[in-house]
T-cell receptor
Framework: DQQVKQNSPSLSVQEGRISILNCDYTNSMFDYFLWYKKYPAEGPTFLISISSIKDKNEDGRFTVFLNKSAKHLSLHIVPSQPGDSAVYFCAGRGSNYKLTFGKGTLLTVNP | DTGVSQDPRHKITKRGQNVTFRCDPISEHNRLYWYRQTLGQGPEFLTYFQNEAQLEKSRLLSDRFSAERPKGSFSTLEIQRTEQGDSAMYLC???????????????FGSGTRLTVV
């Protein structure tokens, strides 16, 4: 039972353009959704989150949108930079602050 | 304190051997989590502690796995009689037990990569 799905294993964009990473979930009990970024040989690092009662949260170049009726969220990165190239994980927060992660999307930003 | 530390970074072991990993969380964090990540997958929850109490264990944590957090500080994860299917990245994370309205995410360590040959 995959409660959090990231259906695009990879995404390639040009530097300066927008990157849009998508995530779908099935568990209505998640109270927060979080995005993590992971470089090879490192642990995931927290990027941005959104409460389940909000529809948008913005932090600099990063904006997360939540469509609760569609059980869908997306992460927008504008403008994309080569240093943003990494694997991005979407996660839902449930009981005991436990996170359920998707499989990740590899973002490549080309100079 | 620079973050969550995990030791060792890499471990190669023969099938059937026991291994133990250590995690040192951020000092003021009272919650500690263990996750496992296999190739092509996201991290999967294994277990978590609040202070020294182990409050939840995943079905993924078979009888061969045991975790401890004596005195609510560092934690160890032991795998007995390792199998090739145990090969994975084992991630430790810590956080403060803030209220439900907090969006604070965990801080993860760099992980221990286990290879069972």
């Amino acid at each position: 039972d995959q409660q959090v799905k990231q259906n695009s294993p990879s995404l390639s964009v040009q530097e300066g353009r927008i990157s849009i990473l998508n995530c779908d979930y099935t568990n209505s009990m998640f109270d927060y959704f979080l995005w993590y970024k992971k470089y090879p040989a490192e642990g995931p690092t927290f990027l941005i989150s959104i409460s389940s009662i909000k529809d948008k949260n913005e932090d600099g170049r990063f904006t997360v949108f939540l469509n609760k009726s569609a059980k869908h969220l997306s992460l927008h990165i504008v403008p994309s930079q080569p240093g943003d190239s990494a694997v991005y994980f979407c996660a839902g927060r449930g009981s005991n602050y436990k996170l359920t992660f998707g499989k990740g999307t590899l973002l490549t930003v080309n100079p | 304190d620079t973050g969550v530390s995990q030791d060792p970074r890499h471990k190669i072991t023969k099938r059937g051997q026991n291994v133990t990993f250590r995690c040192d969380p951020i000092s003021e964090h009272n919650r500690l989590y263990w996750y496992r990540q296999t190739l092509g997958q996201g991290p999967e929850f294994l277990t978590y502690f609040q202070n020294e109490a182990q409050l939840e264990k995943s079905r993924l944590l078979s009888d061969r796995f045991s975790a401890e957090r004596p005195k609510g500080s560092f934690s160890t994860l032991e795998i007995q009689r390792t199998e090739q299917g145990d090969s994975a990245m084992y991630l430790c994370a810590s956080s403060l037990a803030l209220g439900r309205t907090s969006s604070y995410g965990y801080t993860f360590g760099s992980g221990t990569r286990l290879t069972v040959v």
